[in-house]
């Protein structure tokens, strides 16, 4: 719009400044409709969706995370009521719901082995095995999932990144970068032992044992001195499960 | 897995810490129960009563992952074991240990049962019968340590429930239940 000089054409510019903006708010309004419109729409489609596939989500771990990830994206939760439509119709509310409990079941009963510090594979793994009757697959995902909720009612649980892995924590004690490094470092083989420690991280002298102090104290360490070369060796449970430590020799000799 | 003859060992028999004995309370109290089960679990099922600390048991090391237990390591399983009721030093020393997987009540116990399924009640076993006899194949009590037996016999004795008497050799003694 061609601008004109004097009062008037300030007046103009002000009328059309007006026209724009209501312009703009229709626009948005109708933009905002057309969405809300098209969001429920795609929850509708959704929810068709779900009551038709039922039983493939129940049954299909990769299924259900995809699911899951359809509704994120709609900003829906089927986890967030367990009274709710979607609770309902699925019934997945209960399953994750059964799920948290076995896994603190699980927790609770290798605390004294691991210290409270869980390897997220053999959290899964473990759960699997004790669901062997259950029709229902679990994944990691579901894992993750279960114990999202877990931590939402305040049970402590936690999980953490270690390295490559993921850790399940069951239980209060803080893991601090020094510890978090020593077990990435077990990560490789199990173990570390102070030399490898201090060498690989310059750390000064006493300052890993002091790590490493700590994490036996707190359970998550074991320690062996058992190896010919009569080197202290601090295990870790919680990186290696218990039905790895045989590792490459076990494979050979296993009858 | 791995075995020892045709024993299924528990998981932890192949983590290398288990072989030291932990300083940490709770993971010591861990290791002990878990040596100690292990230990019950494959004297029973090889039917052995007398664990020597001088000897080697399959059951001590590990050649897989190249761990063993130390002399004092076995001392505390086997002290632990003796706290509740189910071994005995047999020597000052304490360089022989009787394993009893079942307490000697518990053995007492077996006999009546075993006696009472078969109808065995009135009738007279001798010793070895029990001991290496058809009937018990198969039992818990084929192969039984004598000198358990003998002790288990003795309290059923003392109970009523049996009648020990010598037969016509020396190690012929007899048993007599009675319902």
Do not use: E, L
């Given at each position: 719009m061609r601008r004109r000089p004097g009062i008037s054409g300030l007046q103009s510019a002000a009328a059309a400044r007006d026209q724009y903006r209501l312009v703009g708010e229709n626009v948005a309004k109708i933009r905002t409709d057309l969405m809300k419109e098209q969001l429920a729409t795609f929850r509708s489609q959704l929810e068709e969706f779900a009551r038709k596939h039922k039983n493939d989500i129940r049954k299909n771990p990769t299924f259900r995370t995809q699911f899951h990830e359809m509704c994120a994206k709609v900003g829906v939760d089927p986890l967030a009521s367990n009274k709710g439509f979607w609770a309902e119709l699925l019934g997945i509310g209960d399953f994750y719901y059964e799920l948290g409990v076995q896994i603190v079941e699980i927790c609770l009963a290798t605390r004294s082995h691991n210290g409270g510090l869980i390897n997220l594979q053999e959290l899964c793994s473990l759960l699997c095995q004790r669901r062997k009757t259950a029709r229902e697959a679990v994944s990691e995902d579901d894992c993750l999932r279960a114990i999202s909720k877990l931590k939402v009612l305040g049970s402590g649980f936690e999980v953490i990144t270690v390295g490559k892995k993921k850790l399940v924590r069951s239980v209060p004690t803080e893991l601090n970068k020094d510890h978090n490094e020593i077990l990435e470092v077990a990560q490789a083989q199990g173990y570390v032992t102070v030399e490898e420690i201090e060498k690989t991280h310059s750390w000064p002298s006493g300052r890993a044992i002091d790590a490493l102090e700590t994490l036996l104290e707190e359970g998550l360490a074991m320690i062996d001195d058992g190896h010919r070369d009569g080197k202290r060796r601090y295990w870790f449970p919680c990186v290696a499960p218990i039905s790895a430590a045989l590792g490459a020799e076990g494979l050979r000799s296993s009858s | 897995m791995q075995k020892l003859g045709d024993f299924k060992v528990p998981?932890?028999?192949?983590?290398?810490?288990?072989?030291t004995l932990q300083p940490v309370k709770e993971t010591r109290e861990k290791q002990v129960q878990l040596w100690k089960e292990l230990i019950l679990d494959y004297c029973r099922n090889q039917k052995i009563f007398v664990i020597g600390l001088e000897e080697d048991y399959p059951l001590f090391s590990n050649p897989v992952i190249e761990r063993s237990l130390s002399h004092e390591a076995r001392k505390v399983f086997l002290n632990a074991l003796v706290a509740e009721g189910h071994a005995e030093w047999m020597d000052k020393s304490h360089k022989k240990c009787l394993i009893l997987w079942l307490r000697i009540q518990d053995w007492a116990a077996y006999i009546l049962n075993f006696v009472k399924e078969n109808g065995f009640e009135d009738s007279v076993m001798t010793v070895e019968d029990i001991r290496s006899g058809i009937e018990t194949r198969g039992t818990e009590l084929a192969g039984i340590d004598r000198g358990v037996l003998m002790r288990a016999l003795r309290l059923l004795e003392q109970k009523g429930k049996a009648a020990i008497f010598k037969g016509t050799?020396?190690?012929?003694e007899g048993v007599k239940f009675s319902a």
């Open positions: - | 998981h932890f028999f192949n983590y290398p810490p288990y072989y050799s020396a190690d012929d």
